[in-house]
């Protein structure tokens, strides 16, 4: 008797408005909370990855033509590390204003104070501090003539980077005397460098194509 009395009573109507304003500010407290963790990884998606499409063989085999590609934006230059695949930005630069972009995807091959010179399609790096030329393991590298492949020896002087296309005979890159004229006695540098195209990235390709683009 005395628990229907209760029901039946404005404390009971008010203790259960209340319930039902506290799950009503649940709800919508669930709500923003998602809401602003998507913005928020949206936002931290947005600084950190963009989209970059290859344009040309230059990357063969690695990466096709026409190839859209997952790049992390590189804002320190000290991120950069040696075989790492590249996106410069060239567009400031007057040998390439006939380009097709303003962008190159290259391989990052030295880094400053290196020396770094090829023969017979064997690139050799003696690396900042050390005196000796070793041979560079290229697994990735592919030549339609090998023997005919090879550049003279370059230095990269502070703040500089030398990088090559994975397709040697067939790539405007980091080889001035070969592809620009002997004129041009500068390296680009390494804050040319916007983005890093993740080895997962290229892994995974095929699947953040799908998702993504």
Same mark, same amino acid.
């Given at each position: 008797m005395q628990d229907r009395e209760l029901r039946d009573s404005e404390l009971y109507e008010s203790r259960f408005q209340f319930k039902e304003r506290r799950s009503t500010h649940r709800f919508y407290l669930i709500i923003l909370t998602v809401i602003f963790a998507l913005l928020t990884l949206r936002m931290y998606w947005t600084k950190t990855f963009g989209g970059v499409e290859v344009d040309g063989s230059s990357m063969c085999n690695t990466l096709q033509d026409g190839e859209k590609l997952l790049m992390k934006y590189v804002d320190d230059a000290d991120d950069l590390d040696y075989g790492d695949i590249i996106v410069v930005y060239v567009g400031d630069y007057e040998e390439c204003k006939g380009m097709k972009s303003d962008f190159l995807i290259k391989r990052l091959i030295a880094k400053e104070g290196d020396?770094?010179?090829?023969?017979? !399609?064997?690139? &050799?790096?003696? @690396? @900042?501090g050390t005196g000796t030329f070793v041979p560079l393991d290229e697994p990735y590298a592919y030549y339609e003539?090998? &023997?005919?492949?090879?550049? &003279?020896e370059y230095f990269v002087d502070v703040g500089e980077i030398f990088f090559l296309g994975d397709n040697r005979n067939? $790539?405007?890159? $980091?080889?001035? %005397?070969?592809? @620009? !004229? $002997?004129?041009?006695? %500068?390296? @680009? %540098?390494?804050?040319?460098?916007?983005g890093i195209v993740p080895e997962w990235a290229i892994k995974y390709r095929k699947w953040i194509k799908k998702i993504l683009f």
């Open positions: 020396r770094v010179r090829c023969t017979d !399609g064997q690139v &050799e790096i003696c @690396y @900042y003539n090998i &023997e005919d492949y090879d550049f &003279e067939n $790539s405007c890159d $980091s080889r001035y %005397k070969e592809t @620009y !004229g $002997s004129h041009l006695t %500068k390296l @680009y %540098k390494a804050d040319d460098v916007v």
